[in-house]
């Protein structure tokens, strides 16, 4: 118990300690403090001293501290050289994390994803949904200090989960997620430019000196099926926003219809925002998509580790000043005691 309150005790100016042994210093090279008491003259003092064999002094008596004062003295000094140290107590650990990237992942949520045709390490045959859910599950885990968030879109895109540093929460709420939660056509470029409002409302409520990097990464197994703003014209304003987007298109390339894949639009729109388009036909090119993406985007983690301070230097003070008191107070009432008994004596005789 000792040993771990010491080691979590700092002294800021230890060098106050250095002045421990002045008292010694001072007893040995001054002299005595002496002081003047009331005499009386007798005519036949030489030869009192002489029957006595005694020196004589000069008119003043030494005075000599009794233990107690020594042992109080000494406390005292010690006590203020500490207090003068500003011993402080270091709280619990605590770490300070510092997020240099948000990630955005955005959902396709159209009726085809929910389509049985990817098989998991088990070797059951699940929905693209569900695939895309296990897959992110352990990128997450990569993740450390990013901060995520989720757009879902089908008919319309919507915020599921806004940027947070908080995994297990985002999580949480993907696995929430079903299947035309949004519509069944796919808007992609809709997608797309809530994406950049959602990063450009991120940087205005930002506090930090260094902006945070800006990712994308949009999951869809159908072209675009209608949005107000086309996908590339989307992508396109991403670029200026400094928006990178990496494209992954999950699901049968053969599809027709708007469950179809246009790969020409997807590569357009990660190449012009400064990102990489994948296709994914099954849960492993899905995971190694992932794999990519994060060593293309490597996490930007830096955390510092600080521990709170309490000073103690009043509680040494306070502590002088009580024993002081404490010692006074005894001395008083040793002489009270002295004075009632003597009191009584007189009175008696």
């Known amino acids: 118990m000792i040993e ?15 002045l421990l042994p002045l008292p010694l210093i ?35 008596s030494q005075l000599v501290a009794t233990r107690w004062q020594k042992y109080l003295l000494c406390f005292t000094w010690i006590m203020i050289l500490f207090a003068l140290t500003k011993p402080t107590l270091l709280g619990p650990p605590q770490v300070r994390e510092q997020i240099g990237r948000d990630i955005m992942v955005v959902v396709d949520l159209s009726g085809s994803m929910q389509k049985k045709d990817f098989v998991n390490q088990q070797g059951h045959k699940i929905s693209r949904l569900d695939a895309v859910k296990e ?68 940087t205005k409520n ?4 260094k902006t945070r990097e800006k990712v994308a990464i949009i999951l869809s197994d159908g072209n675009d099926t209608g949005s107000y703003v086309p996908p590339i014209d989307a992508a396109m304003v991403a670029k200026v926003n400094a928006v990178r987007i990496y494209m992954i298109a999950i699901g049968d390339p053969k599809s027709v219809g708007e469950q179809s894949l246009d790969m020409q639009t997807i590569n357009k729109i990660a190449s012009v925002s400064g990102g990489q388009a994948y296709q994914a036909l099954n849960q ?16 930007l983690y830096q955390s510092t580790q600080y521990r709170a301070k309490k000073s103690l230097h009043h509680y040494l003070v306070i502590l002088v000043l009580l024993v002081h008191l404490l010692f006074f107070a005894g001395l008083l009432c040793q002489r009270l005691y002295l004075k009632k008994v003597t009191s009584k004596g007189d009175a008696d005789v």
């Open 135 to 202: 897959v992110l599950t352990d990128f997450i885990k990569t993740r450390q200090g990013d901060r995520l968030g989720l757009i879902l879109f089908g008919d319309a895109a919507f915020v599921q989960t806004p940027f947070t540093a908080d995994h297990d929460v985002w999580l949480d709420l993907l696995m929430q997620t079903r299947v035309n939660m949004a519509g069944k056509s796919t808007h992609l470029g809709d997608a797309i430019g809530l994406t950049i409002k959602r990063f450009n409302e991120a």
């Open 284 to 299: 492993q090119e899905l995971l190694n998509a992932y794999a990519k993406i994060d060593k293309l985007e490597p996490q």
């Open 206 to 209: 930002q506090t930090s000196e």
């Open 4 to 18: 771990f309150f010491l080691h979590d005790l700092e002294l800021i100016y230890p060098m106050w300690l250095w």
């Open 26 to 60: 001072i007893t040995h090279i001054t002299p005595s403090y002496r002081t003047q008491q009331s005499a009386i003259k007798v005519p036949f003092f030489a030869i009192l001293i002489d029957a006595l064999n005694i020196s004589t002094t000069q008119g003043a």
